[in-house]
């Protein structure tokens, strides 16, 4: 059974390759992300793909997707759902909101306010969600797939740090290239290629998948090593402490006193040395 997942896994990333184009680690960290039960960050600029790659592992996977596009005007109600009197029963009825999905697509999350933004806490990291003193779970599997656009751009709201945390990944896409820009340019239009895409795994084999990585084996030399890397980011001299990220293991998202930014628990080895030789 395992074996099988595994392939399947395997087949999925190859459709993802079809359609993002020229991004195979991205698609691949994406993946890891979705089977290890987190949450994934995506940041980069408009028109990178990163609206693309979260329907194409909705459909890969098979999932429930929905998509909020974040404005400065949205109030938690209009992502968490809101209670309204019918006036036939005489009671309130809820209406559950778009979080009430299997993959939660946060399109350019950092566009609305923190009031908004902090909607989403309890629901990425206890997959539930409490609305009007009623405490009501999320859809299995649950992932939240955010996009934001650079600080730099007009209009945006930094997440705080308790939101930061609640994501295990933060990748970049970056331009495309050249190669796979030429390719872009002679298939043509795109925007209905994720139709094409066949689910190779259902939700209930995903959640299986998900259970299987948690039962991975990690020595405790492993957990040692990596707990003195996280120690040595926190208080070594080598990292501008401006600029670090700090949440709950693994989800430590770190930025050297050069340029670059990288996960701990992907790059670890990388970074350890990079530290070291500074």
């Given at each position: 059974?395992?074996?099988?997942?595994?392939?399947?896994?395997?087949?999925?990333?190859?459709?993802?390759?079809?359609?993002?184009?020229?991004?195979p680690?991205?698609?691949?960290?994406?993946?890891?992300?979705?089977?290890?039960?987190?949450?994934?960050?995506?940041?980069?600029?408009p028109g990178m793909g990163k609206t693309t790659l979260a329907h194409a592992l909705a459909s890969v996977f098979d999932l429930a997707d929905t998509r909020i596009q974040f404005t400065s005007d949205m109030l938690p109600a209009d992502i968490l759902g809101v209670s309204v009197f019918d006036a036939s029963s005489g009671a309130f009825v809820f209406h559950p909101g778009p979080v009430f999905t299997q993959l939660l697509l946060a399109d350019e999350i950092n566009r609305t306010t923190p009031k908004t933004q902090s909607a989403l806490l309890e629901a990425m990291e206890e997959r539930q969600?409490?609305?009007d003193g009623e405490t009501r779970p999320l859809p299995e599997p649950f992932f939240v797939i955010a996009t934001q656009n650079p600080l730099?751009?007009?209009?945006?709201?930094?997440?705080?740090?308790?939101?930061?945390?609640?994501?295990?990944?933060?990748?970049?896409?970056?331009?495309?290239?050249?190669?796979?820009?030429?390719?872009?340019?002679?298939r043509g239009e795109t925007l209905n290629r994720r139709h094409t895409i066949k689910a190779l795994l259902s939700p209930a084999q995903l959640v299986e998948a998900q259970q299987a990585c948690l039962a991975v084996h990690a020595s405790a030399d492993l957990i040692s090593y990596v707990q003195r890397l996280v120690q040595y980011t926190v208080?070594?001299?080598?990292?501008?402490?401006?600029?670090?990220?700090?949440?709950?293991?693994?989800?430590?998202?770190?930025?050297a006193a050069g340029p670059g930014c990288m996960t701990v628990n992907m790059w670890y080895l990388k970074m350890y040395r990079a530290c070291w030789k500074r």
């Open positions: 059974m395992a074996e099988t997942l595994v392939k399947q896994v395997q087949q999925a990333c190859k459709q993802l390759d079809q359609v993002i184009l020229g991004k680690q991205q698609i691949r960290l994406a993946v890891t992300c979705l089977l290890s039960g987190g949450h994934l960050l995506i940041e980069d600029l969600v409490t609305q730099t751009q007009f209009g945006t709201f930094p997440l705080p740090e308790s939101q930061l945390d609640r994501f295990l990944m933060r990748v970049n896409l970056g331009y495309p290239s050249p190669e796979a820009e030429r390719q872009l340019l002679a208080k070594g001299r080598a990292l501008v402490m401006g600029y670090l990220r700090v949440g709950h293991w693994p989800c430590y998202v770190v930025r």
